[in-house]
């Protein structure tokens, strides 16, 4: 899944958190943005270990980090501004929901964050992007 616009030789957008939550029959990640807009964004099965695996390869270190759970996503967002390393929720999530068990960013590196997703096995997540303020929130459906 892609999404999100170019932002070539103008302002561009800082991811300001990661969080996890629940809502209703969702486990949820939500990453927040400056209000620059949306960067470009894809959502896919790990690339590094076929099948879904959870093990995710740190970008510029390339040393692998295994996140809980039974599958593995990748969250790659690109056009990003860097303004810091550190969100207020953290960079190594572990809710334990029934679905999404661990949110870990694996990649900080050359404008693009990478965020290994894992989860209890492979579901069929849905995408919103909202406004004020300006996020992506990826629900991973837990029935």
């Not at 209703?24 to 943005?33: I, K, N, Q, T």
């Not at 980090?65 to 501004?81: A, E, P, Q, R």
């Amino acid at each position: 899944m892609h999404g999100g616009a170019s932002f070539a030789n103008t302002v561009r957008p800082a991811i300001t958190d990661v969080r996890v939550g629940t809502h209703g029959p969702y486990d949820r990640l939500v990453v927040e943005f400056t209000n620059v807009g949306l960067p470009s964004y894809q959502l896919m099965p790990n690339p590094v270990s076929p099948g879904g695996g959870t093990t995710f390869i740190e970008d510029a270190s390339s040393r692998p980090v295994t996140v809980d759970g039974n599958y593995g996503v990748l969250l790659k967002i690109s056009d990003l501004d860097w303004t810091n390393d550190s969100y207020p929720s953290g960079r190594e999530l572990k809710p334990g929901y029934p679905v999404l068990k661990e949110v870990r960013v694996t990649g900080d590196y050359e404008a693009v964050v990478s965020i290994g997703i894992g989860l209890r096995g492979d579901v069929c997540p849905s995408i919103t992007e909202m406004n004020s303020p300006l996020r992506l929130v990826i629900d991973f459906p837990t029935a």
